[in-house]
């Protein structure tokens, strides 16, 4: 489903990054673990086709992204990977509801109120459809975060840091719901983390020194 080959990037005036080779099989779950600057994030945006490799390849179902360019690799992106970021982008004029079926519209899929409203049911914030998401609650808007990753059913989702800003009780909540999500639609699910709270949970894991 997913894997890389001989991956290295660098930021400009700074020392290249090498990641080990790794394969995620479909509806696997994995854990990307490290310190802060051992490219964490920057391995989840090579493999989110957001970043171009200086060297090597990402292959996710059949397709080398790193190949990819411009449209192609947004519409791509849209269609197969729904990603969690540290901090949720959302359109702050737009509705929780509105937010979401954008998600739907950029990726080239039919506007679907029902399967918006219906996972954001599964997820109980419904209720806040029609709200800004400047309106919610912390651990709301990582749910809405949550829902914008799944509303195109991706064959594998990614999460950067989902849990590192939550107590305990709420940092279980999110990872159980990560989890139950992936495997409802049998998605490979990747969490970049560098929250000790996970090690134990996911046993697939891939350190970064």
């Known amino acids: 489903m997913l894997s890389t080959n001989a991956l290295s990037f ?4 700074q020392p290249e990054l090498n990641f080990a080779d790794f394969e995620c099989r ?7 673990l490290g310190q ?6 920057t391995l989840l945006h090579l493999l989110a086709g957001m970043l171009t490799p200086t060297s090597g390849s990402v292959i996710l179902a059949g397709t080398n992204i790193s190949r990819l360019s411009g449209k192609a690799v947004d519409k791509f992106r849209g269609g ?9 982008h959302f ?32 997820l109980n914030i419904v209720h806040k459809l029609k709200s800004r998401p400047d309106r919610l609650s912390v651990g709301e808007q990582q749910r809405v975060a949550i829902a914008r990753s799944l509303v195109n059913t991706p064959k594998i989702i990614l999460a950067d ?4 800003a939550l107590d305990d009780l ?3 909540y999110v990872t159980q719901l990560l989890e139950q999500q992936a495997m409802e639609m049998n998605a490979t699910l990747l969490i970049v983390t560098h929250d000790g709270r996970l090690r134990n949970r996911i046993s697939n894991q891939i350190h970064l020194n």
């Open 10 to 13: 660098a930021y400009p005036g």
């Open 170 to 172: 709420n940092c279980e």
């Open 80 to 88: 197969h990977i729904g990603i969690i970021f540290q901090r949720s």
């Open 36 to 41: 802060s600057g051992s490219g964490k994030t």
């Open 91 to 122: 359109i702050k004029s737009l509705s929780v509801e509105e937010n979401l079926l954008l998600a739907q519209q950029l990726a080239g899929f039919p506007i679907d109120r029902s399967k918006v409203s219906g996972l954001l049911e599964r």
């Open 161 to 164: 840091e989902p849990t590192s």
């Open 26 to 32: 479909q509806g696997e779950h994995w854990l990307v």
